[in-house]
């Protein structure tokens, strides 16, 4: 049994990108597990549930989870499923699901049909941080806040970074270590290196 934090990192509707903050992020951390990103073919949100209660089931110790964009989403449905305890969430960028997205993401229609609307708006069981950008073209800043408050969640205002992927310019991410330390101190270990 570990005492010391495992990050879970959770990705968003994407495929594997080498230049995604998370990618870099799990590069660096001493305890890590990705739960494999789906793509966004594949839009069953159970199918995704039930892989990050896999993740998480399989990993020993103090568990931190960091999701970002539609991974958000799928942590809030998993959140009321599990019985797993979770020190805490950094919860990136979440989408606003319930209104249409721009051209190239999922339609209304299809969300709906793979199960992610509506977006679960209970108070999550454990400590979190929603990171909202002011500019976010998947979901506004005001529509952010509302997630935050419902889900219990402090909220912190990065500003303007887009989406905070690499088509906003992250790849690497360097707010995301402090954040993580807040919710779990010893997830960072001294020698962990921020690029």
């Not at 570990?2 to 230049?19: A, M």
């Not at 539609?70 to 599990?82: F, L, P, R, S």
């Not at 969300?111 to 999550?124: E, F, Y």
Request: include cysteine; glycine fraction near 10%.
């Amino acid at each position: 049994m570990h005492s010391l934090p495992t990050v879970l990192i959770v990705p968003g509707l994407r495929d594997h990108v080498e230049q995604h903050w998370q990618t870099l992020l799990a590069a660096r951390l001493p305890r890590v597990r990705t739960v494999p990103p789906m793509g966004r073919e594949d839009l069953d949100c159970a199918k995704r549930v039930a892989a990050i209660e896999q993740a998480a089931q399989e990993i020993d110790g103090p568990l931190v989870i960091v999701a970002h964009s539609g991974g958000v989403v799928m942590v809030a449905h998993w959140a009321h499923q599990t019985t797993r305890a979770v020190q805490g969430a950094l919860l990136a960028t979440p989408p606003d699901f319930d209104r249409p997205m721009p051209d190239g993401y999922p339609t209304l229609e299809a969300l709906r049909a793979g199960g992610w609307l509506p977006v679960p708006r209970q108070r999550l069981p454990f400590p979190s941080i929603v990171a909202a950008s002011r500019n976010d073209p998947l979901g506004s800043f005001e529509r952010v806040q509302e997630f935050a408050r419902d889900w219990g969640s402090e909220l912190v205002d990065l500003g303007e970074v887009g989406h905070l992927n690499p088509a906003s310019g992250f790849g690497p991410w360097a707010g995301a270590e402090p954040l993580i330390a807040w919710l779990a101190p010893g997830a960072i270990q001294p020698g962990d290196r921020s690029h």
